[in-house]
């Protein structure tokens, strides 16, 4: 997807945010915008950037919104479980460091047989890092890089790393963080999909769940077993 401008109205349906919402934001300065000509312009590449940094800031509501716009208004039951390999499932992983857990994660994902480009993988999540860390308040990061790397796995893939004593990783509330998820997309939509759909999983009980897990199959349980609780309760 070429990183061109998009109109108010375009960005609205891309984020599934109401287009009054959108200038609201705009104009207080909230959103990376320019008025050109009396008409706002959103730069693709720069809203994917405040979509990532902010994405865990914005209401219950308007993430759904997000998830359904990238969707087309389709969601699957375990659709994050379906990324995640029992393979990309690790509850004890070696790392001390957040240069470490990068790494781990990245050997992680080898463990998949998905990933092609290892070393460009370590860079761009390296990379990421530098602009700001991906960490979550509550002991929870989304390490991903800056942007969907469809060179570097065959597929989109998601895995699991928990470091049981927790490490510093830049977390706002100064917490060590011990729940890691590492993203790896192929494109945009699919990559706020992902990040949206987690957001909504790790405001529930899940991650409190997670640090009790005794398995790598009963991590995947639980996020399946959570992700169709969310979809079930959307239809009451």
């Known amino acids: ?14 984020i ?12 207080k300065g ?3 915008g320019q008025l050109v000509g009396g008409r706002w312009r959103f730069n693709r590449a720069e809203m994917l950037d405040w979509l990532q940094r902010e994405m865990h800031g914005l209401s219950p509501e308007a993430i759904h919104r997000l998830e359904i716009a990238m969707t087309d208004g389709v969601t699957d039951d375990a659709w994050i479980a379906s990324l995640m390999p029992l393979s990309g499932v690790e509850l004890l992983l070696p790392a001390r460091s957040k240069a470490s857990v990068l790494r781990e994660l990245v050997a992680l994902a080898v463990r998949t047989g998905l990933v092609v ?19 979550l308040a509550g002991g929870l990061a989304l390490p991903h890089p800056r942007r969907p790397m469809p060179e570097a796995t065959d597929q989109p893939l998601v895995c699991f790393g928990r470091v049981p004593a927790g490490l510093p990783f830049g977390a706002p509330d100064g917490r060590l963080t011990d729940l890691f998820f590492l993203v790896l997309s192929h494109d945009d939509r699919g990559h706020l999909r992902v990040l949206a759909r987690l957001a909504q999983l790790l405001s529930s009980k899940l991650p409190a769940e997670l640090r009790d897990a005794e398995s790598a199959e009963d991590a995947l349980t ?6 169709k609780t969310l979809l079930a309760d959307r239809d009451l």
Do not use: F, K, W
């Not at 370590?122 to 890092?129: G, K, M, N, S, Y």
């Open 1 to 14: 997807m070429p990183y061109r401008n998009m109109t108010l109205e375009e960005l609205a349906q891309h």
């Open 16 to 27: 599934g945010m109401d287009a009054r919402e959108v200038r609201r934001l705009a104009e």
């Open 30 to 32: 909230v959103l990376p």
């Open 117 to 135: 480009d290892r070393a460009a993988l370590v860079a761009a999540l390296e990379e990421r890092e530098t602009l700001g860390s991906t960490a």
């Open 222 to 227: 639980l996020i399946q077993a959570q992700e």
